[in-house]
């Protein structure tokens, strides 16, 4: 089943590589210029930073300056949230082989407004205080107690992070409130805890690839693509479960057929070729 989720993301991304690239930009636009803006807020307050004093005017930096650079972090995240949900609705109907197009992203961004301010404001502030925690329990802390504590905050926010990777698809697959979709966020981690750990490796390469790509590719957009798959796939186990109640024990309600469940999707998606990537208007040439 992975595999062809492989397949199945890859292809989207492809086939709407215009939408993708633009999507990209738009966001690595916001992210960089929101970085040169908190770079230069120090500034203001008189501080000069360079890389030799790097680190003692991060530590020297006064509690307005602090609070000031957190506001624009937070600003930040909720304008990439913003970008991400209104991408998330578009990816939610590539996955589900319905056409999509450019303008659509800006028409996306009125309905997915407050779940996104909602959500780019618990994950900034969740980095904020893990960020400061774990600098607390492992720079500063000087015990095995303060290590103990900073690797358990460590753990628990791999966890975060892998159960939130699932809110921006179900939120723009089922519309539920935001509560409700963080709630499903865990029930989903829980459940599933094998296959988000594997979508969040996949997330990590595609992010490393995105560095060497510049960002262009497959950055936000294509991860995107790629959860809104892998949710729409990981449904049809849930579809299944409620068609056969009968399946009571934890061993029966692991044992899902996968190759029946995903078969319609192999035959709607097709054998892709590296021709038909490359030279599309000649599959569609011998198809007439």
Known sequence: ??????????????????????????????????????????ALFGIEVTMENLDQAVTDFPLGLVLIQCALF????????????????????????????????????????KDAVLHGLFCSVAIIIFSFSLEFYFVQGTSIVSFLAGAFLFWLGVMIVLALQWFIPLRCNMHNNFR???????????????????????????????????????FLAGISINKANALRLRLYKYDYLEKHPELTTKRER???????????????????????????????????
């Open 254 to 288: 692991k044992e899902i057929p996968w190759d029946d469940l995903i078969q319609e999707d192999r035959d709607i998606l097709g054998p892709r070729k590296l021709r038909s990537f490359l030279f599309p208007w000649k599959d569609l040439d011998n198809q007439q």
């Open 180 to 218: 409700k979709c963080i709630k499903k966020c865990f029930i989903i981690f829980f459940d599933n805890t094998g296959f988000s750990i594997l979508v969040g490796i996949h997330t990590l390469i595609m992010l490393a690839l995105s560095v060497f790509l510049i960002g262009f590719m497959p």
């Open 1 to 42: 089943m992975y595999g062809f989720l492989l397949k199945k993301s890859f292809c989207d991304g492809w086939d709407n590589l215009l939408l993708v690239l633009i999507t990209n930009i738009i966001t690595l636009f916001w992210i960089v210029g929101s970085i040169i803006l908190i770079s230069a807020t120090p």
């Open 74 to 113: 937070i600003i930040m995240c909720i304008g990439i949230s913003i970008l991400r949900l209104a991408f998330g609705e578009l990816a939610v109907k590539i996955a589900d082989f319905d056409g999509v197009h450019i303008v659509d992203l800006f028409k996306a961004i009125p309905g997915v407004l």
